[in-house]
């Protein structure tokens, strides 16, 4: 069973930094493109980063772009988000999701249940 | 990247059958055939129902079906179940190998 669990998610203030990270199991972690997907209260779906399976390729929304670094441990089977200069409208949850393809975000088919980020004063 | 456009709620009796367009551009939706749709319950992680425009996933109901013509891609729900309500949510790969989102459809079984 494919199991996506989010960690690392809290209050924090406006411009601080904050480390979410996402175990995964029950799939080769290696195999497969790893994403981060977020969602504001009361809001929709953005997409904000995916990274290729061999971490060699990462990709980011034009929102969160040289604020945000996505990364992947494989050897531990965790996918990490760093997140710098934080602002009120990261304020969401922010879900892990497993891509099908192995080097791109196509389309998701796992999902975490999600970690809230709160940016607040 | 801009948001793909969809209607913000759609509503239908049980039985009956709905469609939700999705409306993008030639820079994604037009040029792939990689649209996705998601199912999300309220406070629950959303649930991929289609892929690849109209494929469904292993243990999709089969009520469930997708298509894409030109720029738009539409989901079809037909015999709507009280199950169904939920948000649903278009998906597309883009030419700048990103990913955008649509702004969410939220369906209300009467």
């Known amino acids: 069973e494919v199991q996506l669990l989010e960690s690392g998610g809290g209050l924090v203030q406006p411009g601080g930094s904050l480390r979410l990270s996402c175990a995964a199991s029950?799939?080769?972690?290696?195999?497969?493109?790893m994403s981060w997907v977020r969602q504001a209260p009361g809001k929709g779906l953005e997409w904000v980063s995916t990274?290729?399976?061999?971490?060699?390729?990462?990709y980011y929304a034009d929102s969160v772009k040289g604020r945000f670094t996505i990364s992947r441990d494989n050897s531990k089977n965790t996918l990490h988000l760093q997140m710098n200069g934080l602002r009120a409208d990261d304020t969401a949850v922010y879900y892990c999701?497993?891509?099908?393809?192995?080097?791109?975000?196509?389309?998701?088919?796992?999902w975490g249940q999600g970690t809230l980020v709160t940016v607040s004063s | 990247q801009s948001a793909l456009t969809q209607p913000a709620s759609v509503s239908a009796s049980p039985g009956q059958s709905i469609t939700i367009a999705c409306t993008g551009t030639?820079?994604?939706?037009?040029?792939?055939?990689?649209v996705s749709w998601y199912q999300q319950h309220p406070g629950k992680a959303p649930k991929v129902i289609i892929y690849d425009v109209s494929n469904r996933p292993s243990g999709v109901s089969n009520r469930f079906s997708g298509s894409k013509s030109g720029n738009t891609a539409s989901l079809t729900i037909s015999g709507l179940q009280a199950e169904d309500e939920a948000d649903y949510y278009c998906s597309s790969y883009t030419s700048i190998s990103t990913r955008v989102f649509g702004g969410g459809t939220k369906l209300t079984v009467l």
């Open positions: 999701a497993k891509d099908w393809a192995s080097s791109l975000s196509l389309w998701n088919d796992y």
């Open positions: 029950g799939f080769t972690f290696t195999k497969y493109a």
């Open positions: 990274i290729s399976n061999s971490a060699i390729s990462t």
């Open positions: 030639n820079s994604d939706v037009g040029r792939y055939d990689y």
